[in-house]
């Protein structure tokens, strides 16, 4: 079963505007990331938070994570139309390290 | 360096015929990883080699194969296809002691 569910499924957004994915997972985690895919590309890795961190930065995104709440949530700061593609989040749990990936969310960003 | 490339890129098949999915690496990765990706599921995780000469199970493993035959390759086989299998795979690879997976562009497979 997967591990990390997200929402919204799709987001649809004007150029400019904030976006915000969120991600919750069930079973205890080492890390969480997130992942970009660009329509029929393969994945890109975009940040990495760790279990013992609340919030981080790259650039125009940030991360934060609750290990209460068993949630995490991407923000992408003034969007832009090049920013449109599905978000995964993955998590590694505390046993190993592979990846458990979420269903995704579709962000479209219109100019 | 060209990442992670797979081959081949589209591929059609009848029930009951096999095939290989071929995965290279050219960054000395560790650890590679065959993912599958159908609508509505994200990635589930078929096989995983987390070194050269060993391999284990993913989350959906049953009616494949996988070969790590070197440090740079890892290909998975489909013995008889089935239209379940119907799926884009994904080949993913990480070096050792890093937690990001670097993917490639995928192989879109169907069965008829």
């Known amino acids: 079963s997967q591990q990390g569910e997200e929402d919204p499924q799709a987001l649809s957004i004007q150029e400019g505007e904030n976006a915000t994915m969120n991600c919750s997972y069930k079973?205890?985690?080492?890390?969480l990331q997130w992942y970009r895919q660009n329509s029929g590309r393969g994945l890109v890795h975009l940040i990495l938070i760790r279990s013992n961190e609340r919030e981080k930065h790259s650039g125009r995104l940030r991360v934060t994570l609750d290990t209460s709440k068993k949630s995490s949530s991407l923000l992408i700061t003034a969007s832009r139309a090049a920013d449109t593609a599905s978000y995964f989040c993955a998590t590694e749990g505390t046993s190993g390290s592979r990846l458990t990936f979420g269903e995704g969310t579709q962000l479209t960003v219109n100019p | 360096n060209a990442g992670v490339t797979q081959t081949p890129k589209f591929q059609v098949l009848k029930t009951g015929q096999s095939m290989t999915l071929q995965c290279a690496q050219d960054?000395?990765?560790?650890?590679m990883y065959w993912y599958r990706q159908d609508p509505g599921m994200g990635l589930r995780l078929i096989y995983y080699s987390a070194s050269e000469g060993t391999t284990d199970k993913g989350e959906v493993p049953n009616g494949y194969n996988v070969s790590r035959l070197n440090k740079r390759e890892f290909s998975l086989r489909l013995e008889s296809a089935a239209p379940s299998q119907t799926s884009v795979y994904f080949c993913?690879?990480?070096?050792?002691?890093?937690?990001?997976?670097?993917f490639g562009p995928g192989t879109r497979l169907t069965v008829t």
């Open positions: 960054m000395n990765h560790n650890s």
């Open positions: 993913a690879s990480n070096p050792q002691g890093t937690y990001e997976q670097y």
């Open positions: 079973t205890s985690i080492n890390n």
